[in-house]
């Protein structure tokens, strides 16, 4: 019996860890997908009244894959040029640096240095051309996901719910509520803070002359747009803008234009207002919410912006649980026998 129960273990175990290898490279795509499936759920309600249930996913599923399928492609491209453009750049960069009159220790190293950099940097460029399948295999995924998260919404919730021990029914509605309350402030603020970095951004663009107005509100679309896409934000744009100074030998305008989209575009508002706002929507700490932001990318990427304050949330929720337990464990009266009559006063 004992060696059944080990070899059942064993397989079980085997069965998980094979499992997570499996899903483990789409982690992302499948957790943007439930995301943004939750983001969309409110407008899915509307049309499923009027289209029906699978219709309305459909519809928005369509609608997320011809932006989210343009945009992906135009990043593509665009990170594509960009890695190439850099690699070129640094090439041109170690050639000059090599032609100047500095001491010989300082231009051998100079010279082993860029053998071992530019070589990976060719390597690192080139990765993009392969990676493009990778991608769309993710985006396929992502899609997939937000689709059946929207169709089958109310069966996931019904299943949650039934799901939830009797026992310590209260304690998990309280989880799922404060899940729900957090991830529904975060959703909303970086909603609302995109909006604010693409007319700051328009703003920065018409302040430093970085172009003209049509340009500039141009600039501002793709940096609300950009700030949904992970790893690109608003700060490309603002990058752009003070490599053409730079370039152009205008370096007061680059510094500016640098110091302007770092601190109010991207990425300073991700962890300075963006916690704030979360923290007052949620009734957290402010440092709770910026810890689990910076702590949560840290460690899992541009999810943990969102997973990280979740988490120490319900690490909260489970501590006052805890708290209330032991509480009521002290306070419990100890059970005492009361006399039956009034106690013998001694004679005098």
Not at 9 to 21: E, F, G, K
Not at 262 to 267: E, H, I
């Amino acid at each position: 019996m004992k060696g059944t129960t080990i070899i059942w273990a064993a397989v079980i175990l085997l069965i998980l860890y094979l499992s997570w290898r499996v899903v483990a490279p789409l982690v992302g795509p499948i957790f943007f997908g439930l995301v943004l499936a939750y983001a969309a759920y409110p407008l899915h309600v509307r049309l499923k009244r009027r289209f029906g249930n699978q219709a309305s996913g459909v519809i928005l599923t369509l609608g997320m894959l011809l932006v989210g399928g343009a945009l992906t492609f135009e990043l593509l491209l665009m990170s594509a040029r960009v890695a190439a453009s850099f690699y070129h750049n640094v090439e041109d960069f170690f050639t000059w640096l090599l032609t100047q009159p500095l001491p010989q220790n300082v231009l051998d190293f100079i010279g082993n240095f860029s053998n071992q950099l530019i070589p990976k940097l060719a390597d690192y460029a080139s990765s993009y051309a392969f990676s493009i399948p990778r991608y769309l295999i993710q985006l396929l995924v992502f899609l997939l996901v937000f689709y059946y998260a929207l169709v089958y919404a109310d069966e996931i919730k019904s299943y949650i719910s039934r799901s939830l021990p009797t026992e310590n029914r209260r304690l998990g509605e309280e989880i799922l509520s404060n899940v729900n309350k957090t991830l529904k402030a975060l959703v909303r603020v970086w909603l609302l803070l995109n909006i604010a970095k693409g007319i700051l951004m328009t703003v920065g663009f018409l302040i430093f002359g970085v172009s003209d107005l049509y340009t500039a509100v141009v600039a501002g679309f793709l940096t609300f747009i950009f700030s949904f896409v992970p790893l690109f934000e608003g700060w490309m744009l603002w990058l752009i803008a003070a490599a053409y100074f730079a370039k152009e030998g205008m370096y007061l305008r680059a510094i500016g234009i640098s110091l302007y989209g770092a601190f109010l575009v991207s990425p300073m508002p991700d962890y300075t207002i963006r916690p704030v706002l979360v923290a007052k929507d949620t009734n957290l700490d402010e440092t709770l919410v910026f810890i689990g932001m910076v702590g949560g990318a840290w460690t899992m990427g541009v999810k943990g912006i969102l997973i990280g304050p979740i988490v120490l949330n319900l690490m909260l929720t489970l501590l006052k649980e805890w708290k209330m337990i032991i509480g009521r464990k002290r306070g419990s009266p100890r059970q005492t026998v009361a006399p039956s009559g009034p106690s013998p006063h001694p004679e005098g």
